[in-house]
């Protein structure tokens, strides 16, 4: 298939790459903790890959980012353990399926929302995450399984390294081929100005619909694959403080590149994480001093991200 | 045969009369200028052509179908472009993407073509990619392609907007104002790509220019606007002896 023979290098990389990983955590050179945060910066890059193609590529600025994270986890969660799924065969439509139920609640928001502007869909997006975590709080009055404020429990541990990792290198694969196609220009468009946009033809609701619910489908994807790596959900997990982290990445990351966001997927995970095992306990609190510099020095030296240098 | 009739076309905002009950019509294959001092409602009569204002009243017939309530996505599909009076590129993309964009606008491949990669998907890229190869030469653009469009000078910006607009294959092209802020020099080149778009794409051309060397040297009739009514119609040389239009450019004659 053409989709595969294109994009052959990339393939080929990945599997390298992954063998690699599979022998470090195979022979168990490194800490189970170390495997389950590399897990974690795959599913962080996927869902930073969405958040860019909503506000990197389409300008569509989005602060509620992970709630669509957080409606993945739990309807793949929900899911999973009503049907009894404990294998990744029978995960896979579940998986599938958790993705298209945040993709489509990010369409039907996306209908009233988008038409706002700006700091005006900020605030409205903003509104949303609020709404959902309210709702994920309270969520046992609906079904005692989700476990509203106490957190969902006992969820089956199914994402491994293979899952994974290549979920995230397919969606990536899929992701760059919209972006470069006539929908990719065409969200780069609506984002550079909307007006001449829709002079020279293009339906511009319609393309940022597209580019929104797309990428809440990539946080759907994300949070499941989230939910069943950690097997505990809280509400706490997906709240305005985890959107702004997605923001991060995308913006360290570069608006509109998708290697910069997973380079800063990465270095994102790999900061607070990796923090955590260099310094000594009690000054872990100093994480939350050394990465708002870094930021601000980045902001000052690159302020469009790690990969370009300009505009 | 017709290509754009406006009958009747009220436009206000609050209390200004924008656009206050005006008609013409344009012949297949004419050029005609509209004319008028500022705030005269030239502008507006164009946005509410191409749908980004809706008529209070009257109709807009483009080839006898009303469009005067269709939204402006819709009009390049019916062969309807325009340009805009202060330059609307899409500055942070290249120029070869500006027209790019255009050309891929008419129809091509769906979503699942692109995401893997269809034989649609390369047949009609690489066909579109050509097409805005050649829009690109026409236009004296070449050697260009990869720079930013906001990058460009001012001119050569002018140039790449018509270069958009025209990959739209339009019937109809409204050009508002191509000529704003240029010098003597830069509008003797616009006149003569103008010309040539009109030998070279077979055009219905409609106009918007204070400059009075390049509307009355390209177009066969001219309107003139005032306080968004129509006070002249006619050949260039007719519209320049009206007495009306003097007095609207220069002032009423003191008594």
Redesign the interface.
């Known amino acids: 298939?053409?989709?595969f023979w294109?994009a052959r290098k990339v393939i080929l990389l990945a599997v390298l790459i992954y063998l690699v990983l599979k022998a470090v955590f195979g022979f168990q050179l490194l800490s189970q903790y170390i495997e389950q945060i590399t897990l974690f910066s795959f599913i962080v890059i996927l869902t930073s890959l969405g958040l860019n193609v909503i506000y990197g590529y389409t300008g569509q600025f989005s602060l509620g980012h992970a709630a669509f994270y957080g409606i993945g986890a739990y309807v793949s969660a929900y899911l999973s353990k009503s049907l009894g799924v404990d294998g990744i065969l029978g995960f896979m439509p579940v998986l599938f399926l958790s993705g298209v139920g945040a993709g489509l609640v990010g369409y039907l928001i996306g209908i009233p929302i988008l038409r706002l502007r700006d700091d005006f869909l900020a605030i409205a997006t903003l509104g949303f995450g609020t709404l959902v975590r309210v709702i994920l709080d309270n969520s046992d009055r609906f079904s005692e399984v989700l476990g509203g404020s106490r957190g969902f429990v006992g969820i089956p541990r199914i994402t491994n390294l293979e899952l994974a990792f290549f979920v995230t290198v397919f969606l990536i694969l899929?992701t760059r081929?919209?972006i470069f196609?006539?929908?990719g220009?065409?969200w780069?468009?609506v984002k550079?100005?909307e007006?001449?946009?829709?002079?020279?033809?293009?339906?511009?609701s319609r393309m940022k619909l597209m580019a929104f619910s797309y990428g809440c489908f990539l946080a759907g994807i994300g949070g499941a694959l989230y939910a069943h790596l950690y097997t505990f959900l809280h509400p706490s997990n997906f709240d305005i403080l985890k959107s702004i982290d997605f923001l991060i990445i995308v913006i360290v990351g570069g608006m509109g590149s998708i290697v910069g966001t997973i380079y800063a997927g990465l270095i994102w995970v790999g900061f607070i994480e990796g923090l955590r095992i260099v310094l000594p306990a009690e000054m872990l609190d100093l994480r939350w001093v050394f990465i708002p510099l870094f930021l601000i020095a980045l902001m000052m030296w690159r302020p469009y991200g790690l990969i370009r240098k300009g505009? | 045969m017709k290509a754009l009739a406006i009958e009747g076309l009220e436009k206000g905002f609050g209390g200004v009369r924008a656009v206050d009950g005006i008609s013409f019509s344009v012949e297949e294959g004419e050029t005609v200028g509209i004319i008028g001092p500022n705030g005269a409602g030239k502008t507006t009569v164009f946005n509410l052509i191409t749908g980004f204002y809706r008529p209070d009243r009257g109709k807009i017939l483009f080839y006898d179908k009303n469009i005067a309530h269709l939204p402006p996505h819709k009009l390049p599909r019916l062969g309807i472009a325009r340009t805009f009076q202060n330059l609307r590129l899409f500055g942070k993309l290249t120029v070869f993407e500006n027209v790019l964009s255009a050309v891929l606008v008419r129809g091509g491949y769906n979503l699942l073509s692109a995401v893997f990669r269809s034989t649609d998907y390369f047949v009609t890229e690489s066909k579109a990619e050509e097409k805005a190869r050649k829009l690109i030469e026409f236009f004296n653009l070449t050697g260009k392609e990869d720079q930013a469009a906001e990058n460009l000078p001012y001119g050569e910006q002018r140039r790449l907007e018509l270069a958009r607009a025209l990959a739209l294959e339009p019937k109809l092209l409204l050009v508002d104002e191509p000529g704003a802020g240029m010098n003597p020099i830069e509008i003797q080149g616009l006149v003569q790509t103008m010309n040539e778009v009109k030998r070279r794409f077979s055009l219905t051309i409609v106009i918007i220019e204070h400059q009075m060397g390049l509307v009355m040297n390209i177009s066969d009739k001219i309107v003139v606007m005032d306080f968004g009514e129509k006070i002249a119609e006619g050949t260039p040389e007719q519209v320049k002896k009206d007495k009306k239009v003097i007095e609207a450019y220069l002032g009423e004659e003191p008594l």
Request: net charge positive.
């Open positions: 298939m053409k989709f294109e899929v081929n919209i196609s006539r929908f220009l065409f780069r468009c550079n100005d007006l001449a946009s829709q002079g020279i033809g293009i339906n511009t505009g």
